[in-house]
């Protein structure tokens, strides 16, 4: 199939006019700028032109809190009760139509691959279903059918909080310790070696949820399959105080001391680092993924993402708990928040941050040969509209920006995803998403 671009983003960040994309199966075969008109049977694609976008960090099921969180001022902690309450309700069948629908509000968005940071994995009380990886099935059979491939990352969750037991909901996500959380991990990386669309990664929750003499289990995991692995670090400054107690070094460093991070690693958040934390982080090649729209949603803090870029971290771009499902937010956010903690304009440039939202993270999720317009890589294409109320104005010079600092998810009108058309006109495949998220949350 082959498809014509008014505008389309290339290698290396720049925009150009009257692109002919062609795709043959799930990959770009040609890429030819300068074609004048769009050839005989080639789908016009207005507007401008993207590779698709990497969601680096997902909770599906957090999306039924939107909203229903507001209502008091609260913190994060009472946050997290009421996110314990759905995560109780869930079971395989509910989580696999909550996340069909939350997936496809991602595709909706622009977004061709998520990074699950799946912990949800047993039923009441801790006891495992019938297939231990009922809900991570769930889950993958939930991308496939929006239409995004997936790095489930398998989460390692053993502990309530630092040196503290599992409780109530919590119990859901243990495996008892780290050797049965592998077990139960090689099940799941065996029962999708062969699928090109789904990558099964490995997680340390954080260091308030895994012990550090259970990590080095989990990273061997991620070593042994080359598999991203990434963990939740730094989020809260009490977590930092409550590690620095428990084992005099902050969680990065703890991270550090047992093998977790490096190139194929992603540190979540990653709001409250020392300098010390900055170099580990940007020496071993460990992605940040800042989560802006969740950050300031719970009131974390900004986290200081041009100093972990310039000392080596890739950055990528995840919306987490779902506050909205956006990454040109996500990704104007990284720009807008040091703009406020700084008060000095310029740290970020559109194309900088169009590449954390695609290149940088599809490769931090396992598919390097994704998130750039090039023949080889995914077909994933991802339209936005320069004519809506929020980019109109927009001229070739200046599209990049627009579409960064002022365009939302409501102006994709076209999602190209793996060679599959899922998005045609702002219309999914599936149908009307609003009213499936509706009856999905409902449930729960």
């Known amino acids: 199939m082959d498809f014509w671009c008014e505008l389309a983003w290339l290698p290396p960040g720049e925009v150009v006019q009257n692109v002919l994309i062609r795709v043959e199966g799930q990959r770009i075969a040609d890429v030819v700028p300068g074609v004048g008109e769009p050839p005989a049977g080639a789908v016009r694609l207005a507007g401008l032109t993207l590779p698709g976008m990497a969601n680096a960090h997902s909770h599906a099921f957090h999306r039924a809190l939107r909203g229903a969180t507001q209502a008091e001022k609260g913190s994060f902690w009472t946050w997290r009760e009421q996110m314990y309450a759905v995560a109780d309700a869930l079971d395989p069948d509910g989580y696999l139509t909550l996340a069909r629908a939350v997936y496809a509000e991602m595709a909706l968005a622009g977004i061709t691959c998520v990074g699950e940071f799946h912990y949800l994995h047993h039923g009441r009380g801790g006891t495992p279903y019938d297939d ?8 993958v059979q939930a991308a496939r059918e929006a239409g995004l491939r997936i790095a489930l990352l398998d989460t390692c969750y053993l502990t309530g909080g630092v040196g503290t037991a599992l409780t109530g909901t919590q119990l859901r996500y243990g495996d008892g310790d780290a050797e049965r959380w592998a077990v139960r991990a090689e099940a799941l990386s065996d029962a999708y070696a062969r699928a090109d669309d789904v990558e099964i990664g490995a997680a340390v929750h954080s260091v308030r949820a895994v012990p550090p ?5 989990v990273a061997e995991f991620s070593h042994h399959h080359a598999v991203p692995l990434h963990a939740h670090v730094s989020e809260q400054r009490a977590e ?24 194929r690693s992603t540190a979540v958040h990653a709001t409250h680092l020392s300098d010390v934390d900055l170099a580990l982080l940007g020496q071993s090649g460990t992605h940040v993924c800042m989560c802006p729209t969740t950050e300031r949603d719970l009131a974390d803090g900004v986290g200081p993402a041009r100093a972990a870029h310039d000392a080596g971290s890739p950055i990528t771009l995840g919306s987490d708990s779902h506050a909205v499902i956006d990454l040109f937010e996500e990704a104007r956010a990284v720009e ?7 008060e000095r304009r310029g740290h970020w440039t559109a194309a900088e941050l ?5 290149s940088a993270g599809q490769a931090s999720l396992g598919f390097p040969d994704a998130g750039t317009l090039l023949p080889g890589a995914w077909a994933d294409l991802v339209s936005v509209r320069l004519d809506s109320v ?17 365009a939302t998810a409501a102006d994709v009108h076209s999602v190209v995803s793996g060679g599959r058309r899922v998005v045609t006109d702002g219309r999914h495949i599936l149908g009307d998403i609003g009213p499936m998220l509706a009856a999905a949350i409902d449930s729960v």
Do not use: I, W
């Open 132 to 139: 231990p990886n009922a809900m991570g099935h769930a889950l």
């Open 240 to 263: 930092n105080a409550a590690c620095v107690e428990m084992y005099s070094a902050t969680p990065v460093q703890v991270l550090h001391e047992h093998g977790v991070l490096g190139p």
């Open 213 to 217: 003499e259970q990590m080095p289990v």
């Open 354 to 358: 169009l590449t954390a939202a695609t």
């Open 336 to 342: 807008l928040d040091e703009r406020l903690a700084t």
């Open 390 to 406: 929020r980019t109109a104005g927009a001229t070739r010079a200046t599209a990049a920006e627009a579409v960064v600092f002022a």
